[in-house]
C-alpha cells in the first residue's frame, strides 16, 4: 500500500484546510485510515480515523467538533477537513492505513497555524 497526502500550508487561526490521502497498490484488505500528527519537539498523536467502509469515524478529544474525516470510495481517498485551526494544531500530519495487523505511512505534510 502506498499512500500520498497532500494539502498541508500555512494558514491564520481560525481558518481551515483539507488534507487529502490517497491510497494505492494493493488496497484491497484495507480496514482503516487515518490521520497522526507530529507536533514539534511532540511525539506523534492520533487525530482521526474511518473504516474503509465509512461507516465509523474516531476523533482525538482534541479536534473533536472541528475536524471531520471522510473517505471518497472511487478514487481511495480519505480526507480531513481542518476548520477553526488553531496554533497547537501546527505539526506534520501523517497518513495512515491499516491491513491486517500492519500499519502503512505516508510521507507527511507540514500544517502550520499562525496565531
Known amino acids: 500500500v502506498q499512500l500520498q497526502a497532500s494539502g498541508g500550508g500555512l494558514v491564520q487561526a481560525g481558518g481551515s484546510l483539507r488534507l487529502s490521502c490517497v491510497a494505492s497498490?494493493?488496497?484491497?484488505?484495507?480496514?482503516?485510515m487515518g490521520w497522526f500528527r507530529q507536533p514539534p519537539g511532540k511525539e506523534r498523536e492520533f487525530v482521526a480515523a474511518?473504516?474503509?467502509?465509512?461507516?465509523?469515524?474516531y476523533y482525538a478529544d482534541s479536534v473533536q467538533g472541528r475536524f471531520t474525516i471522510s473517505r471518497e470510495y472511487g478514487r481511495n481517498t480519505a480526507y480531513l477537513q481542518m476548520s477553526t485551526l488553531k496554533p497547537e494544531d501546527t505539526a506534520v500530519y501523517y497518513c495512515?492505513?491499516?491491513?491486517?495487523?500492519?500499519?502503512?505511512w505516508g510521507q507527511g505534510t507540514l500544517v502550520t497555524v499562525s496565531s
Open positions: 497498490g494493493r488496497t484491497f484488505g484495507i480496514v482503516l
Open positions: 474511518i473504516t474503509w467502509s465509512g461507516s465509523r469515524t
Open positions: 495512515n492505513a491499516r491491513l491486517g495487523s500492519r500499519a502503512y
